[in-house]
């Protein structure tokens, strides 16, 4: 899929963007702090064939408003899309998050169960056992300050080449994707001020709730994922009631990009038709 010109809402005084396709339930594809919709751009054809797809940019990230002045931080993410979804005139719907979208996914299930009909987790953080590397070195001032002056397509070649199985797949027109919103200035601000912003009490302090959930869970790894640990897909899947595992092979952590059609096939498998 080639993304074209994204559709823009504004909430809460901030433009978010997005790609929007197909007909039928609701679904919402959520990133990571590294990407932004591209990366749901091999996902999202198939899965509108059934149902009514949004792949936002979170605030940010991609072609959204990039505000320096608030938090781009899990709970604050978790209220706009809230806004967003509704303004969208979605019902009840589906919830799909990748990295910290998973983490997106698993708060906004705590404090909206109403909403969501799914919620899959995918590669997603959890717990306490993130922030990882490289985003924590980010919240140092030196380092910063060092991303702002030297950070270039080779240094982010080595961030995404880690994260994906399939080597070959690393196209320079996928990374042209990934390089996108770090080309500017404020993007690579947005950047930084994002993992700034990450704070893992936003998950531990759901822990408890979480159990007691209703809302069907999938979580979804990459078995290869160098980035984040295994134990958050197990430990999830041991504390969500009902929830269902499936870790798939030769696929890192843009499992998006090593195995496409079989992330397509797990969420149509969890959602149903």
Same mark, same amino acid.
């Given at each position: 899929?080639?993304?074209?010109?994204?559709?823009?809402?504004?909430?809460?005084?901030?433009?978010?963007?997005?790609?929007?396709?197909?007909?039928?339930?609701?679904?919402?594809? $959520?990133?990571?702090? #590294? #990407?932004?919709?591209?990366?749901?751009? %091999?996902?999202?054809?198939?899965?509108?064939?059934?149902?009514?797809?949004?792949?936002? !940019?979170?605030?940010?990230?991609? %072609?959204?408003?990039?505000?320096? !002045?608030?938090? *781009?931080?899990?709970?604050?993410?978790?209220?706009?899309?809230?806004?967003?979804?509704?303004?969208?005139?979605?019902?009840?719907?589906?919830?799909?998050? =990748?990295?910290?979208?998973?983490?997106?996914?698993?708060?906004?299930?705590?404090?909206?169960?109403?909403?969501?009909?799914?919620?899959?987790?995918?590669?997603?953080?959890?717990? %306490?056992?993130?922030?990882?590397?490289?985003?924590?070195?980010?919240?140092?001032?030196?380092?910063?300050?060092?991303?702002?002056?030297?950070?270039?397509?080779?240094?982010?070649?080595?961030?995404?080449?880690?994260?994906?199985? =399939?080597?070959?797949?690393? #196209?320079?027109?996928?990374?042209?994707?990934?390089?996108?919103?770090?080309?500017?200035?404020?993007?690579?601000?947005?950047?930084?001020?994002?993992?700034?912003?990450?704070?893992?009490?936003?998950?531990?302090?759901?822990?408890?709730?979480?159990?007691?959930?209703?809302?069907?869970?999938?979580?979804?790894?990459?078995?290869?994922? $160098?980035?984040?640990?295994?134990?958050?897909? *197990?430990?999830? =899947?041991?504390?969500?009631?009902?929830?269902?595992? $499936?870790?798939?092979?030769?696929?890192?952590?843009?499992?998006?990009? %090593?195995?496409?059609?079989?992330? $397509?096939?797990?969420?149509?498998?969890?959602?149903?038709?």
């Amino acid at each position: 899929m080639t993304l074209t010109a994204p559709q823009k809402l504004r909430i809460q005084g901030h433009e978010l963007a997005f790609q929007r396709a197909g007909k039928g339930r609701p679904v919402l594809l $959520v990133h990571g702090i #590294t #990407t932004y919709s591209f990366i749901w751009k %091999d996902i999202l054809p198939a899965l509108a064939e059934d149902h009514d797809v949004v792949a936002v !940019d979170l605030l940010g990230s991609g %072609d959204s408003d990039k505000p320096l !002045d608030v938090s *781009y931080g899990i709970t604050s993410q978790v209220e706009l899309l809230e806004a967003f979804t509704q303004a969208l005139g979605f019902g009840p719907f589906a919830f799909v998050g =990748h990295d910290i979208g998973g983490g997106i996914a698993q708060r906004f299930a705590v404090q909206h169960p109403e909403r969501l009909t799914h919620a899959a987790v995918i590669n997603g953080v959890a717990y %306490d056992f993130w922030p990882v590397q490289p985003i924590i070195a980010m919240r140092t001032p030196i380092i910063r300050q060092l991303a702002m002056a030297t950070l270039d397509l080779g240094a982010f070649d080595l961030i995404v080449k880690r994260g994906v199985f =399939h080597k070959d797949r690393i #196209t320079p027109d996928l990374m042209a994707y990934f390089w996108k919103p770090m080309g500017t200035r404020l993007g690579r601000k947005a950047f930084l001020h994002f993992a700034e912003s990450l704070d893992n009490r936003d998950l531990t302090s759901i822990s408890e709730e979480l159990r007691r959930t209703q809302v069907p869970f999938l979580i979804l790894r990459g078995q290869d994922d $160098v980035y984040l640990s295994s134990e958050i897909s *197990y430990k999830l =899947h041991r504390e969500i009631p009902g929830s269902r595992l $499936v870790v798939v092979s030769e696929a890192g952590h843009f499992i998006q990009i %090593d195995q496409p059609e079989r992330v $397509v096939a797990e969420l149509r498998a969890f959602l149903g038709s």
